[in-house]
T-cell receptor
């Protein structure tokens, strides 16, 4: 049973560039959430996708956007990168967007913005 | 005030010790609660959900006090493998999960 997978594992970009991160949910899951985790902090919720639509969004600017595909996989796009966007980006999947549904995390993508 | 606040760490305890972590949350409408553990440079993994009646899983006991908006995690008979960062997670009625900053635990021989 494949767990949540993310790609790439590491990425280095420069300020102003754009980046796309990818996530495949755990088998049987249809809901994907994205989180940003800065060093020494807990994950911060970016947004959640279900049925190819953004269902919930955290306090992140419009530079952060996403997409969900018919096979439930998802992408996170960040435009006009800032130094402060350097973080671990985590994808979590769950079986539906229902309240309290357990989320399973992928290994994350470490983004460094220079 | 942060939405989810945890005990500042780190906690350094000997093997076999009992250690307790506390967490408070600000949104009284919060609906569900969890403890996750995160090993160094790894992803968070669900440790246990927290129910109003309290729940136990082996050496781990979680408690919820809705009136005080307080969650706790008790680890008995600590093992070296318990060394990790423990994240308190609160799911509010908008269904986005709010994480605390985490408390780091190191269990020493």
């Amino acid at each position: 049973d494949a767990g949540v997978t993310q790609s790439p594992t590491h990425l280095i970009k420069t300020r102003g560039q754009q980046v796309t991160l990818r996530c495949s949910p755990k088998s049987g899951h249809d809901t994907v959430s994205w989180y940003q985790q800065a060093l020494g902090q807990g994950p911060q919720f970016i947004f959640q996708y279900y049925e190819e639509e953004e269902r919930q969004r955290g306090n992140f600017p419009d530079r952060f956007s996403g997409h969900q595909f018919p096979n439930y996989s998802s992408e996170l796009n960040v435009n006009a990168l800032l130094l402060g966007d350097s973080a671990l980006y985590l994808c979590a999947s769950s079986s539906g967007p229902q309240l309290g549904e357990t989320q399973y995390f992928g290994p994350g993508t470490r983004l460094l913005v220079l | 005030r942060k939405e989810v606040e945890q005990d500042p760490g780190p906690f350094n305890v000997p093997e076999g010790a009992t250690v307790a972590f506390n967490c408070t949350y600000s949104n009284s409408a919060s609906q569900s609660f969890f403890w996750y553990r995160q090993d160094c440079r790894k992803e968070p993994k669900l440790l246990m959900s927290v129910y109003s009646s309290g729940n136990e899983d082996g050496r781990f006991t979680a408690q919820l006090n809705r009136a005080s908006q307080y969650i706790s995690l008790l680890i008995r008979d600590s093992k070296l493998s318990d060394s990790a960062t423990y994240l308190c997670v609160v799911n509010d009625n908008n269904n986005d999960m709010r994480f605390g900053a985490g408390t780091r635990l190191t269990v020493k021989p």
